[in-house]
């Protein structure tokens, strides 16, 4: 079966430091992979989705980026925290776009 | 480009009462839609999803939706609620070659 891990559960960082949030996802090929950020009263925003390695869209300009360096892991980075960059992230993999989309527990980063 | 719309923020019911979670959406080509539920601190689950055929889709858990097209409608409903599904609901549409648009979410509250 296919299982999603992301780490670390929470974090808190000081404005202006780096971030580095990895997903990774077990039991299946070539998955289309998305980050989200979900913020109190804004819903799910669509970060970055990726449909093969080295292939990434983004969705929203921002100081954050994203990157797949195999198959099955997604990455999300910044230089540079600011305070904005706090919320719920939460990766998630499809097999295709109108499939099922399969998310991760979520990565819960307070800025500071 | 698509669209979805929650309208209801919070909805607040009695518990064994029925409840509607209201979801419009807007696609300039054939749509495929979805309910997904999150609990307290975790990722989203699929609750159902309507790709084609029957216009009722039904859950495991006594949910349904139906998808409307004249009225751009995917409303999800529970003819009688318990305490566990206080949760947030989320409606998501695409049209197949898009990625996925989800609403800001409803929050379902079930008072005892």
């Known amino acids: 079966s296919q299982t999603i891990h992301q780490w670390p559960a929470t974090l808190v960082q000081p404005v202006g430091s780096p971030l580095s949030l990895e997903c990774t996802v077990e039991?299946?090929?070539?998955?289309?992979l998305y980050w989200y950020r979900q913020a109190a009263g804004r819903g799910l925003q669509l970060l970055f989705y990726?449909?093969?390695?080295?292939?990434i869209s983004s969705e929203v300009p921002q100081n954050l980026s994203a990157s797949r360096p195999q198959d099955r892991q997604f990455i999300l980075s910044s230089k540079k925290l600011l305070l904005s960059d706090s919320g719920f992230y939460l990766c998630?993999?499809?097999?295709?776009?109108?499939?099922?989309?399969?998310f991760g527990p979520g990565t819960r980063l307070t800025v500071l | 480009a698509q669209s979805v719309t929650q309208l209801d923020s919070q909805v607040p019911v009695f518990e064994e009462a029925p409840v509607e979670l209201r979801c419009n959406y807007s696609?300039?080509?054939?749509?495929?839609l979805f309910w997904y539920v999150q609990y307290p601190n975790q990722g989203l689950q699929l609750l159902l999803k309507?790709?084609?055929?029957?216009?009722l889709v039904e859950s495991i858990n006594g949910f349904e939706a139906e998808f409307n097209k004249s009225q751009t409608s995917f409303h999800l409903r529970k003819p009688s609620v318990h305490i566990s599904d206080t949760a947030e609901y989320f409606c998501?549409?695409?049209?197949?070659?898009?990625?996925?648009?989800f609403g800001i979410g409803t929050k379902l509250q079930v008072i005892p």
């Open positions: 990726s449909v093969g390695i080295g292939q």
């Open positions: 039991g299946t090929s070539n998955p289309n």
């Open positions: 998501a549409v695409t049209g197949g070659y898009q990625k996925v648009t």
């Open positions: 998630a993999w499809s097999a295709g776009t109108v499939d099922t989309q399969y």
């Open positions: 696609s300039s080509v054939s749509v495929y």
């Open positions: 309507y790709l084609s055929g029957s216009t």
